[in-house]
């Protein structure tokens, strides 16, 4: 264990680190001066989040009745962050996707048949399998408020079929 400036260092990367921050702020000189410091700390850790819920149940539907306006369900979930080093934080759905109508939808197993998950309130839309992420800010229980919608591609005559469809919920730091 080696000693700066009072810190206690116990690992050689943070001592790298470090030099390499001064470096790229001021360089360094023999002589005493003081010098002004930025210091940048990126946490590079996932919150510490539990996600419970989110099952969604259309029930019996119309298949002549799935426009995208019909079958709107809330997505129930519960986000627990505690111990999270920030309250803003960002959410993203992964899953298989299906474009319809332009958008990226949730691919169900059912052919021309996809699952919008949008924000309640303004509607937009979380596109599925997309890099594009929801920001939010974690107030108690609760991430941002989503609901799911029935969707079919245009032109898409749906059969009478059971269907199902898994994604997967990230929360993460923004």
Not at 77 to 102: A, E, H, M, P
Request: with cysteine.
């Amino acid at each position: 264990m080696s000693s700066l400036s009072g810190w206690s260092i116990r690992r050689p990367w943070c001592l790298a680190a470090l030099a390499l921050g001064i470096g790229a702020v001021a360089p360094l000189h023999a002589a005493s001066k003081t010098v002004n410091m930025k210091l940048i700390i990126l946490v590079n850790a996932a919150p510490p989040c539990t996600i419970t819920g989110g099952t969604v149940a259309f029930g019996d539907v119309l298949t002549t009745l799935v426009d995208g306006v019909n079958y709107v369900q809330p997505v129930s979930y519960t986000l627990n962050c505690s111990g999270r080093v920030s309250d803003y934080l960002k959410l993203q759905i992964q899953g298989t996707s299906l474009t319809v109508n332009g958008e990226s939808v949730l691919k169900t197993s059912a052919t021309g048949l996809g699952i919008r998950i949008r924000q309640v309130g303004n509607k937009a839309l979380v596109p599925i399998g997309s890099t594009q992420w929801q920001n939010f800010t974690y107030s108690s229980t609760s991430g941002i408020a989503l609901e799911a919608v029935l969707v079919k591609a245009s032109g898409t005559t749906l059969k009478a079929q059971d269907f199902s469809a898994a994604a997967t919920l990230v929360v993460d730091y923004q």
